[in-house]
């Protein structure tokens, strides 16, 4: 078993932080559902470190003896060294050190027509953004991006959120609005602000058309200026006597109206 002062085990504790994964390009993956969708994935697995607990379920079993299948490197700390190493409260007993995805733009192209696309501007809770990434991957989405400002998609509590569909569709970080808007319009898709103020409920926007939704912060919602340059703004009706609606939420309702109209659903 290796110490908590082994140079693996050191570089793992590190990955906590933003700027370390930033530069790292890695991530951890922690449970057993997460950690079989990262090996059932294309994403590389670099790295697996449990304690004897996950040993004990079959499920678990079968986990560690795919991994060794794959030649990746598969590591037993002791459950207090695990504790350490984990981000749950209660953890299952096993995490994956998996590389970053490498999408660009163009990537987005490829996908199903017509697109139907997200865009985050400004996001701060991490479960709410993995949520989002959850709800586009639930509706078909093409994929996610992520303007400069939103929290990380690898922060754990995010990752923990898509439960797994960050390894099933693009996600794009740390783009500006002035690489993305002429990316959408030079491939004709309509960009579709989530607005209150907005002119239309989300109902009677066309959204059969490519487009991409954009959502904006919890508290400020999209950035005015980005505001300014979309082709529609919409909102969603709200009879009732509360404020606001969850980002996460929203996204949601926007992206399954689409798929009402593409007589997906």
């Not at 190493?85 to 999408?103: C, D, F, I, N, Y």
């Not at 027509?113 to 990434?133: F, K, R, Y």
């Not at 005015?224 to 996460?248: C, F, Q, T």
């Amino acid at each position: 078993m290796l110490s908590r002062y082994n140079p693996r085990i050191k570089y793992i504790r590190r990955l906590a932080i933003r700027r370390f994964r930033d530069r790292e390009k890695r991530f951890v993956a922690e449970g057993v559902r997460f950690v079989e969708e990262a090996l059932a994935s294309s994403w590389p697995v670099e790295a697996l470190v449990y304690c004897g607990k996950i040993g004990e379920s079959r499920r678990g079993e079968e986990l560690l003896k795919k991994a060794d299948s794959m030649n990746i490197a598969v590591i037993e700390v002791d459950e207090t060294l695990f504790d350490e190493l984990a981000g749950t409260e209660t953890p299952q007993g096993v995490l994956a050190v998996v590389r970053q995805g490498a999408a660009v733009l163009e990537d987005l192209a490829a996908a199903p027509a017509p697109a139907l696309l997200v865009v985050v501007d400004g996001v701060q809770d991490p479960g709410n953004l993995g949520t989002i990434v959850r709800s586009a991957d639930a509706a078909g989405a093409g994929g996610v991006i992520l303007l400069k400002g939103t929290t990380d998609i690898y922060n754990p509590k995010a990752c923990r959120a898509t439960m797994g569909s960050i390894f099933h569709l693009p996600v794009l970080q740390g783009l500006t609005a002035a690489e993305v808007l002429p990316f959408l319009a030079g491939r004709s898709i309509a960009t579709i602000a989530g607005d209150p103020r907005g002119a239309k409920p989300v109902a009677a926007a066309d959204l059969t058309r490519p487009c991409a939704l954009i959502v904006g912060s919890e508290s400020g919602g999209i950035n005015a200026a980005l505001l300014d340059m979309v082709d529609d703004k919409v909102r969603i009706p709200m009879p009732g006597r509360a404020e606001s609606l969850n980002v996460a939420v929203a996204v949601s309702i926007m992206l399954y109206e689409a798929l009402r109209q593409r007589d997906i659903c």
